[in-house]
């Protein structure tokens, strides 16, 4: 009789390099789901007489440490936002490094998330976005589906507006083609029409760099979302930050609209 192989034990992360460790939150004080707004790669670079590309690039470890922070601290999933539809507005030539650095990025990482159990999901539209950056957020959905630690969302080419729109449009296609019934459309109807349906709503938004704004970024997901706002800039970001930033959620008071 053949046995049946079980799925490796995901390794854990990577020690920080100061040895620090995650502070002791209660569990069920732990965000669930954070979103991230990795502000100030560009400010960074300028105050060091850098390219802007710089900052992008040095960006990349401090996303991939944020993740590693998040899984020993206990949260399950981390949206990042890394193109926005209005990003296309940037010069040309920073819309090409960003395009290929985005399919670089989840091309060299895919594996270490494999391995971590990190499932990689992909956020946005398909239009404008290059064929080889979308060919590769495939890919790394493909090779971890089945993980389970914490699910990272790459939001590429993603607008919170241009999600409701999709999700509105698919639901009108639905109820043209008669798999819809509009008079019982809910809030718990709309939300399955959007990208990553699963990851639900963001129980932190984070953004760094100082600025205090969504800048159209998970505007449904957001609706109760406790936001948290740090003033580092995200090249110097590491997991410190957002242990830091999970302990200013756990000392807020979520009510939901309750006295």
Not at 49 to 57: A, I
Not at 126 to 150: G, Y
Request: hydrophobic share 40%; charged share 30%; with cysteine.
């Amino acid at each position: 009789m053949a046995r049946t192989r079980l799925p490796p034990v995901p390794r854990r992360p990577t020690p920080h390099p100061s040895g620090a460790l995650p502070p002791d939150v209660p569990k069920n004080l732990v965000p669930r789901h954070v979103a991230i707004i990795m502000d100030g790669n560009g400010r960074w670079a300028k105050t060091r007489g850098l390219p802007r590309t710089e900052g992008h690039s040095r960006g990349e470890q401090s996303l991939f440490d944020v993740v590693e922070g998040a899984i020993e601290i206990g949260v399950k999933a981390v949206s990042a936002y890394a193109f926005s539809t209005e990003n296309w507005t940037r010069s040309p030539a920073e819309v090409k490094f960003l395009m290929g650095f985005n399919r670089d990025v989840i091309r060299r990482r895919r594996d270490e998330m494999n391995e971590m159990g990190v499932r990689v999901r992909w956020a946005g539209r398909a239009p404008r976005l290059w064929r080889s950056v979308i060919k590769e957020l495939q890919v790394a959905e493909e090779l971890t589906q089945r993980n389970d630690v914490l699910t990272l969302t790459m939001c590429v080419n993603y607008g919170g507006r241009a999600e409701l729109a999709d999700a509105a449009a698919a639901m009108a296609r639905d109820a043209v083609a008669g798999r819809l019934d509009p008079t019982r459309i809910t809030e718990k109807t709309f939300a399955r029409y959007l990208y990553v349906p699963e990851i639900g709503d963001a129980d932190m938004i984070w953004r760094t760099s100082g600025e205090q704004r969504l800048s159209n970024f998970m505007l449904w997901e957001a609706a109760y979302s406790e936001m948290v706002f740090t003033d580092v800039l995200w090249p110097d970001v590491d997991r410190r930050d957002l242990w830091r930033a999970i302990e200013t959620y756990a000392d807020r008071d979520r009510r939901y609209g309750s006295a």
